[in-house]
């Protein structure tokens, strides 16, 4: 299991302003290691943003994302105290989700 | 009394399998969503080849979508980008980076609500054009920016 993700949710006005960093390694497929032989792709795929049971960002991924990928972007709709959930698979099935309190920014 | 006892334990039952429900109906949704990662356009290696493969048949460039990213990344491992659009019912926002063994880097949908405004970091194997595919009211745009890169982010 990968490391939790590092989530901030804070209120900018009236939107909920959300920073992610997200631990993975994000191989590409195309590199080798010290031997020559290919290192076998492990990228996040698919990502999704969840708030009060609405999805409020998702996406697709491929492997030119970096290494422990960030994300930043802003919903409207969210309160202090509220939760945002963030999931992701991995093109292996792994998967994590991880929640974070919106603060009053 | 014992009738109301009946009816407790009836309830409960009733819930756990009402839980039971909901989890099988938590992991469902969850694999569906796996499934809808769009390999054809990951596999595509041009931008008119990301462009059909995201389901346009054209684009239009636009000055109402930015690109926020650096003229000159020094590590193309890490590139930051920026994107905002002003282009009205914003649907999704595509990365594109031309020259990257696979041009489309991520898809992102933006529903009601959520600004057009995305921050990621990328990686770049050599100095490229980015593009910005919005699409819009089943309508394509797209902005250009080229970057210089100085070290890959692909090597070996």
Redesign the interface.
Known sequence: MADPMRIRASMAGD?VEVRVLMSHE?E?G???DASGALVPAHFI??V?VTHAG??????????????N?????????GKPGEKVTISW?DNK?E?RSDEAVISGG | MDTRRRAVLKAGGGTGVLALAAAAGLIKPGEAFAQQWNKAAFDTKSFAATLKALGGSGSTESTQIQIIAPDIAENGAVVPITIESGVPKTDTIAILIEKNPSTLSADFEIPAGTDPFITTRVKMAETSNIYAVVKADGKYFHAVKEIKVTLGGCGG
């Open positions: 939107k994000m590409t195309l590199r080798k795929q698919n999704t609405k999805t409020v960002l998702s996406a697709q991924w491929g492997t030119s994302i970096s290494k990928p960030f994300m930043h972007f802003r919903f409207k709709g698979v099935g998967r």
